[in-house]
């Protein structure tokens, strides 16, 4: 189990990443020349099956096991007013979650995975971030072992996914720490705000920003004190699978916000993970090319649970399948000349 003493223990951590296998890489490049299709024509399929072979070190790369892990937290700051629904509500998907009702609950079976939810400190609040720190360092660095222990290292692809009532005010404050901008420039509707709830979240993360101004250029300090349970366990979750050579898919927004602090410290950091949809949240566009990702799918989605990175499972196995199913060339007697 990783333990990190404290947060510059876990920024050495961040420090040493492995590179992933050019080697596996390069093989399914090669095996993807002599397959019985025009160069390319499979598109992102070809270079998803690249980039698994990547990561898992596997020149033929599979998804045999698959794991949606969804963590959920509550958030001081959604005593704000930030959220159109109540804390409670945390609580109560949890439950349904765990009878199989929810939206994730359906798109992990669909996927063909296993889906895991973790309840972040019983379900206890952070602090409020627009007042004070969210987390002091060591309930943050519990919270990103807790994601870090919580990845089965036999793994073949990791989708991770959230819930918490105003976690949205929370990736946004947390985009606006580590990138810049004002609070207006990363708000978003969340999960249903009209325009003046999207006023008064922005003006809650400025306050933020100015409060804890004196962490900026610090990714892991900018995580704490904006930052929340879940998140941090998706940042431990992301770190970890790194170490492990597991493939990552980050859901939509609150996801990608909660990984990006390791790319603000590597921008190597997520070349495991993808984001696997473009989340309808506001915010998230500008993230995604911010970290140079486009995403695999755009169906207009602004859930979270991990409900689009469950969704972008189906099309890995596609491009698996292919890559391992298809006839080169020389088997199934087709000419390979244009
Ligand atoms: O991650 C996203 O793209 C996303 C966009 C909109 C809403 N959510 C989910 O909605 C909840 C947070 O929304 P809010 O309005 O309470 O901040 C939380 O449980 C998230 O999983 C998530
Ligand atoms: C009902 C509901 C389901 C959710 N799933 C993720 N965030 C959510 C927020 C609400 C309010």
Redesign the pocket.
């Known amino acids: 189990m990783t333990r990190f003493s404290d947060l510059d223990a876990l920024r050495a951590a961040c420090g040493t990443l492995p590179a992933g296998s050019a080697a596996a890489e390069a093989a399914v490049q090669a095996r993807q020349a002599v397959l019985t299709k025009p160069p390319g024509s499979l598109g992102q399929l070809e270079l998803l099956a690249a980039w698994l072979a990547r990561w898992q070190d596997r020149p033929v790369p599979r998804l045999d096991r698959v794991s949606v892990l969804v963590f959920a937290g509550n958030h001081g700051v959604a005593a704000q007013n930030v959220s159109p629904?109540p804390p409670a509500?945390t609580a109560q998907?949890v439950a349904n979650f765990a009878v199989g009702g929810?939206?994730i609950s359906q798109l992990a079976r669909v996927a063909g995975a296993e889906l895991r939810v973790v309840e972040m400190n019983g379900l206890e609040p952070t602090r409020d971030l627009s007042r004070e720190p969210a987390m002091d360092a060591d309930g943050f660095l519990r919270a990103v072992e807790t994601g870090a222990g919580s990845v089965a290292p036999d793994t073949d692809l990791l989708c991770l996914g959230e819930?918490?009532?105003g976690n949205t005010t929370v990736a946004s404050a947390l985009c606006a720490g580590l990138f810049g901008g004002p609070g207006a420039a990363w708000a978003g509707r969340g999960?249903g705000l009209d325009d003046e709830g999207v006023a008064r979240k922005a003006a809650v993360i400025d306050r933020a920003l100015r409060l804890h101004e004196t962490a900026r250029g610090d990714p892991l300090e900018i995580a704490r004190r904006l930052g929340g349970l879940e998140l941090a366990a998706i940042l431990g979750a992301t770190l970890e699978a790194r170490r492990l050579g597991v493939p990552v898919l980050l859901d939509g927004f609150v996801c990608t916000a909660a990984a990006a602090p390791l790319f603000a410290l590597d921008p190597a950091a997520l070349d495991h993970a993808r984001i696997a949809h473009r989340s309808a949240e506001a915010g998230h566009r500008a993230l995604a090319e911010r970290l140079g990702q486009e995403p695999i799918l755009d169906l207009g989605l602004r859930?979270?649970?991990g409900s689009g990175a469950a969704l972008a499972v189906p099309i890995l196995r596609a491009s698996c399948a292919c890559h391992a199913g298809m006839a080169s060339f020389a088997e199934a007697g087709v000419s390979d000349r244009a």
Do not use: H, Q, S
């Open positions: 629904y509500v998907m929810a939206a819930m918490g009532i999960t859930l979270g649970e």
